[in-house]
């Protein structure tokens, strides 16, 4: 395999279940470069688990075709699981094994590489693994699951809704997992339908709707297209009549007439040259709201 070629390839994927009407994949196309974070988003029922399924040949797909560092999932599926990590949605795991004897279960299967670093893991997740696992909570059952997808150091992690269950100080760790994986040249496909926590780890971002694929951009494309919004306190009566003849640009007079709220969305360019002809006391720029960009970018792809 050539150095430069995907990670993970997946070319006109469809699935169509005996029964149903309307597929659940529809020529869905994408890839992801070696040592790329993607994090493929939707919403529940969008199709994500779907193809995570059909790309480890856990469900056969209906057409197209899947390929992990450059081998078929469906022709090669033994040979691809050997450099996968695999995180399910929902983590099923032996009730009755704890969680050490899990672990071992699983380096039987896929061999550690370093017994150390799975040692640091255990130890980094503060996992319980002496009680057998179907006492646990489900946030230590998540760990257990995250455990055992990253111990053995794989070359591609294919992981859905990771942080299920997760305490926020175990988030943070994950968080940390995911670039430490990065730096050591690892892909990983990330599902999620939480785009906040898809922009502390991912690259790009691809959005699932109905079984398709409607748009990729990595997270600076995201914001650059996001509206952005600003509170200023002018020194005089805020510039309102100027700032409305704007393009794409929404304009909220404040509690004063030197306070405005202005909701930007595009080019700043124009924006800041009004400003640049007032005398402004305080600026303030408030967070991208990625989210709501990202609620308008399903509704404008609605069919």
Same mark, same amino acid.
């Given at each position: 395999?050539?150095?430069?070629?995907?990670?993970?390839?997946?070319?006109?994927?469809?699935?169509?279940?005996?029964?149903?009407?309307?597929?659940?994949?529809?020529?869905?196309?994408?890839?992801? $470069?070696?040592?790329?974070?993607?994090?493929?988003?939707?919403?529940?029922?969008?199709?994500?688990?779907?193809?995570?399924?059909?790309?480890?040949?856990?469900?056969?797909?209906?057409?197209?075709?899947?390929?992990? =560092?450059?081998?078929?999932?469906?022709?090669?599926?033994?040979?691809?699981?050997?450099?996968?990590?695999?995180?399910?949605?929902?983590?099923?795991?032996?009730?009755? %094994?704890? !969680?050490?004897?899990?672990?071992?279960?699983?380096?039987?299967?896929?061999?550690?590489?370093?017994?150390?670093?799975?040692?640091?893991?255990?130890?980094?997740?503060?996992?319980?693994?002496?009680?057998?696992?179907?006492?646990?909570?489900? !946030?230590?059952?998540?760990?257990?699951?995250?455990? $055992?997808?990253?111990?053995?150091?794989?070359?591609?992690?294919?992981?859905?809704?990771?942080?299920?269950? =997760?305490?926020?100080?175990?988030?943070?760790?994950?968080?940390?997992?995911?670039?430490?994986?990065?730096?050591?040249?690892?892909?990983?496909?990330?599902?999620?339908?939480?785009?906040?926590?898809?922009?502390?780890?991912?690259?790009?971002?691809?959005?699932?709707?109905?079984?398709?694929?409607?748009?990729? %951009?990595?997270?600076?494309?995201?914001?650059?297209?996001?509206?952005?919004?600003?509170?200023?306190?002018?020194?005089?009566?805020?510039?309102?009549?100027?700032?409305?003849?704007?393009?794409?640009?929404?304009?909220?007079?404040?509690?004063?007439?030197?306070?405005?709220?202005?909701?930007?969305?595009?080019?700043?360019?124009?924006?800041?040259?009004?400003?640049?002809?007032?005398?402004?006391?305080?600026?303030?720029?408030?967070?991208?709201?990625?989210?709501?960009?990202?609620?308008?970018?399903?509704?404008?792809?609605?069919?």
């Amino acid at each position: 395999m050539k150095p430069t070629s995907p990670a993970i390839e997946i070319t006109k994927l469809t699935k169509q279940y005996r029964g149903e009407k309307t597929p659940a994949l529809r020529a869905v196309s994408l890839a992801v $470069q070696p040592g790329e974070v993607y994090g493929f988003l939707g919403p529940n029922g969008a199709g994500k688990s779907t193809t995570i399924r059909c790309l480890l040949n856990f469900l056969q797909p209906t057409g197209g075709s899947a390929r992990i =560092l450059g081998q078929d999932s469906v022709r090669e599926s033994v040979a691809v699981k050997r450099s996968v990590g695999y995180l399910a949605g929902d983590v099923a795991l032996y009730p009755r %094994m704890t !969680g050490q004897q899990f672990l071992d279960y699983m380096a039987a299967l896929q061999p550690i590489k370093r017994p150390g670093y799975a040692r640091a893991l255990i130890r980094a997740f503060k996992a319980e693994l002496s009680r057998p696992i179907g006492e646990l909570s489900k !946030g230590n059952r998540q760990k257990i699951g995250i455990l $055992q997808a990253f111990m053995h150091e794989p070359a591609v992690l294919i992981l859905d809704e990771p942080t299920s269950g =997760l305490d926020p100080l175990m988030q943070e760790v994950f968080f940390g997992l995911v670039r430490d994986s990065q730096a050591r040249g690892a892909s990983l496909f990330i599902s999620s339908h939480n785009l906040s926590e898809v922009r502390r780890m991912c690259d790009r971002i691809g959005f699932i709707r109905d079984g398709r694929l409607v748009t990729e %951009m990595t997270l600076a494309d995201l914001t650059r297209s996001a509206a952005h919004t600003f509170d200023i306190l002018f020194a005089e009566s805020a510039p309102l009549d100027a700032l409305r003849r704007l393009k794409n640009v929404t304009v909220t007079a404040g509690a004063t007439p030197q306070q405005a709220t202005i909701r930007v969305k595009g080019e700043l360019a124009p924006f800041f040259g009004v400003l640049a002809r007032a005398t402004i006391i305080q600026f303030e720029q408030r967070e991208v709201d990625l989210e709501e960009e990202f609620l308008r970018l399903y509704g404008k792809e609605k069919q």
